[in-house]
Each structure stands twice: as C-alpha cells, then as structure tokens.
C-alpha cells in the first residue's frame, strides 16, 4: 500500500497542475497504490517505456482509460482496446493511410483548412482560439479524410466534447454524455449508409468496404459495430488531442515570451517546437493496461489482473530523462518522449498530429506574433486522461 498523498485522475484540483503530484510520485513512490481506486500508477520514464514495450504483460484489452477498465472489453470494435491477434488485423486495415508518404501528400489542404480559419480572425481583437481555430483544424482535416460533410463538424465536435466530459470526483459518464455518445453513433451510422449507397472516395467508404480474412479463411466485411467504432476512435483520438496541444502551446508562447521570440526568429525550430509541446503539455496523460501476470518493480509486488495507469505526462516531466523537465525550451534535444505512446499502440496519428500542430503553429505565428491572453480567458475542460483547455481567450489589438 502507498500512503501519503492521494493521486486521483478524476479530480479537478489534481487537473489544474498534476506535476507536483507527478514528481511525488516518481520520487516517492514509483509504484503507486491506489486503495481506494484500486489501480497502480507509473510514473518514471524508464518504467513507463518498459511497460509500453511488454505489451504481453501490460494488456490493453480491459480498456485504457480507468473508468471503463473494470473487465475485458471482447467486442469493443477499438483497436486501442485490443491485443494480438485482433489488434494487428485491425491496425493494418488503416495504418496505409496514414504513412509519411500519405499524410506528406495533404500537408498543403491542412496548411489550407489553417489558413482560411486564421484568416477569418485576422482583424479581431479578441477571439477564443479553441472555438474558432485549435478545435475546427483537426475536425476539419479528419473530417475530410473520413468524406463528414462540412456542415455537420461544429455539432460533431460539440457532441464529442460533451461525450468526454466528466463531473468531479465522478468517473463515469454523465447522462448528457451517454446521450451524446448515442447521437455521435447514430449519426456515424447513418454515413456509413449513405456511403454503402453511394460509395465515394473517403477513408469511410474503404472502411465500409474493406473485406477482413476470419479463422476459417473466409472473407468478410468488417461489422456494423466495427466500424462504426473505428471512425469514432479516428475521429476522437484525432480531434481532442490537437486541439489540447496547440491550445497548450499557444498558452505557453504566451507565458513565455522568450520561447516565441526564438520562433519567430527561427521558424525551423517550429517542428521541435511541437515535441517540446507535446513532451511539456502530454494531452493524453495517461495509458491504462490491466496486468496478465504479476510483476515486481522497486521492490513492490503488482499482481496479475491489476489496473495499472502508464502516466506517460508523469514520465515526460521525469528529471531522470529530461534535465530540468519543468522548463519549457522550444530548442530542447529530445531524443524520445512518451506523448504518442510507444510500442505496439503507438499513436497511429502521429505523422498527422505532427504536421498539424506545426502548421497550427506557422500560421498563428504568421498572422499573431503578438498577442495576450486576458486573466479570465482560461478554460479548462476536464476528462479522465486527456488534459487541455476547451476555451483561450486570445487578444490581439
Ligand atoms: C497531439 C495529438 C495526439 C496525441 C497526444 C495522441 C496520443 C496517443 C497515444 C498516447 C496513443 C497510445 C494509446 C495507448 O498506448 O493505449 C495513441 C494511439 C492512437 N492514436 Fe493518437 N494522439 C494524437 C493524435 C492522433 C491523431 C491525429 C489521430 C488520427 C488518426 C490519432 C489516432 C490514434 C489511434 C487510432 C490510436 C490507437 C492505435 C492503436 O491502438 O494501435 N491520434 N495516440
């Protein structure tokens, strides 16, 4: 059992800064305990990479996030909810497009959707950047690669923010956000028919098409339910976790002036920027696996079938990898940072979330090299593993 002070990632107060209690944690008890919670936590890099690699022992298959973590999750349809062999059948069905080659080759229509948006702002004195910029970027780019129709991606994106949200000290999901979820659903139904009856060329349509091998080597399509779950996954894995980190890192350039002055002097270090970013800000904070056999570490026994969280924010602010890890440094040498996870699960949005987030940033510079955020234009939304802002008041005259 760990005593001492509690950490709770359902907790608002915690939310607001967890560092502090991250550093405890790593200091003082690198394998955490939760008795209340009942789950243990990870909080050092080095632990936390090794985790990430044995994958056998570190299972997905209970879910990732501690709310939902309470038995296997057979029929899930999520491929961050699965192990071998269903996780690497359903991974190679999308991983293709979303290669390098591939994103490399939409890198001018995202550098286009972020244009038209700031543009939009140019001129106003005060605007909230999640609601008009850092939410809209990635709905819109992973809107377009799935064929959702423009008109339908503010609602999609305020129903999927009200999906995540959760009310404190209470981890599961509101009524409001049930509903939501329901309604994403049925919305994401009704496209994939529309698309079986007039197929089109979007990520959807291949998703509805796609034949998969069964055991028996027949082949068929994907269910309903699978794929219906596939495109929620893309398009929430996608959109929450932009949107956080250039929300974040606008804040910080703002916090320190310093930072955005190096950038705007040398928009090159812009793309180490954005892996500052993410290793400083980490919008998914941590990675939940339930344990297939027991474990020891620092001399503490975890048993098989335990709830463990990988806190990967913890791990990126870990002293013992990253010399003074609290200091935002858009120049910082990073060699490897846990934001995307790591191993078998590695964020399969990586390329894309990379090439967004630079050119979020390019063009916000281009256009605002200058500006402040008002006291009370902080707004932070709160869930169980991604952290980050749901408003940023941005005052620019
Ligand atoms: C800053 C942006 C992003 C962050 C911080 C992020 C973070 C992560 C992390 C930590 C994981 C590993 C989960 C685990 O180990 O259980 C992951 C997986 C995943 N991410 Fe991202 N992600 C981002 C953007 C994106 C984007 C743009 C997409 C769009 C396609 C995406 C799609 C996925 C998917 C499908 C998985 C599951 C992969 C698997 O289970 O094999 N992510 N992401």
């Not at 305990?33 to 890099?45: C, G, H, P, S, V």
């Not at 899930?76 to 080659?101: C, Q």
């Not at 916090?255 to 812009?270: C, S, Y």
Request: with cysteine; glycine share 6%; net charge negative.
């Amino acid at each position: 059992m760990t005593t001492g002070r509690e950490y709770d990632p359902f907790s608002y107060e915690i939310d607001e800064d967890p560092y502090p209690t991250y550093r405890w944690m790593r200091d003082e008890a690198p394998v955490y305990y939760n008795e209340r919670l009942d789950f243990y936590a990870l909080t050092r890099f080095a632990d936390n990479l090794a985790a990430f690699i044995d994958a056998e022992t570190y299972s997905s298959f209970h879910s990732t996030s501690l709310e939902f973590m309470d038995g296997p999750k057979p029929d899930s349809g999520l491929m961050i909810w699965m192990d071998p062999p269903e996780h690497n059948r359903y991974r190679a069905l999308v991983s293709k497009a979303f290669t390098p080659r591939q994103i490399g080759k939409i890198e001018q229509s995202v550098r286009a959707v972020a244009v038209a948006h700031l543009d939009a702002l140019v001129g106003r004195e005060r605007f909230d950047i999640v609601r008009d910029f850092t939410a809209r970027l990635p709905m819109d780019v992973i809107s377009s690669l799935l064929g959702i129709p423009q008109s339908d991606r503010r609602w999609l994106q305020e129903r999927s923010n009200a999906m995540m949200h959760r009310e404190p000290g209470n981890p599961m999901p509101t009524r409001e956000a049930i509903d939501a979820q329901g309604e994403v659903h049925d919305f994401i139904h009704a496209q994939m028919n529309e698309r079986r009856s007039h197929p089109r060329d979007d990520l959807m349509t291949r998703l509805v098409e796609v034949e998969i091998t069964e055991d028996d080597g027949t082949r068929v399509n994907l269910r309903d339910h699978d794929v219906k779950m596939f495109i929620v996954l893309l398009a929430t894995a996608g959109n929450e976790t932009v949107t956080k980190l250039l929300a974040a890192m606008y804040l910080d350039l703002w916090r320190f002036p310093d930072e955005r002055v190096r950038l705007l002097a040398e928009p090159a270090l812009i793309a180490n920027a954005v892996e500052e970013g993410l290793r400083f800000e980490t919008p998914s904070q941590y990675q939940g696996r339930v344990t297939t056999r027991s474990v020891e570490l620092h001399g503490k026994a975890i048993p098989a079938g335990a709830r463990v969280l990988l806190i990967n924010a913890a791990a990126n602010r870990d002293e013992r990898k990253f010399p003074d890890p609290d200091r935002f440094d858009v120049g910082r040498e990073i060699d490897l940072h846990l934001a995307l996870g790591y191993g078998r699960h590695v964020c399969l949005g990586a390329y894309l979330a990379r090439m967004e987030s630079r050119i979020g940033i390019e063009e916000l510079l281009k256009r605002f090299p200058d500006y402040r955020i008002p006291d009370d234009g902080i707004e932070r939304m709160h869930s169980s593993n991604v952290r980050g802002l749901s408003g940023l008041v941005m005052e620019t005259g």
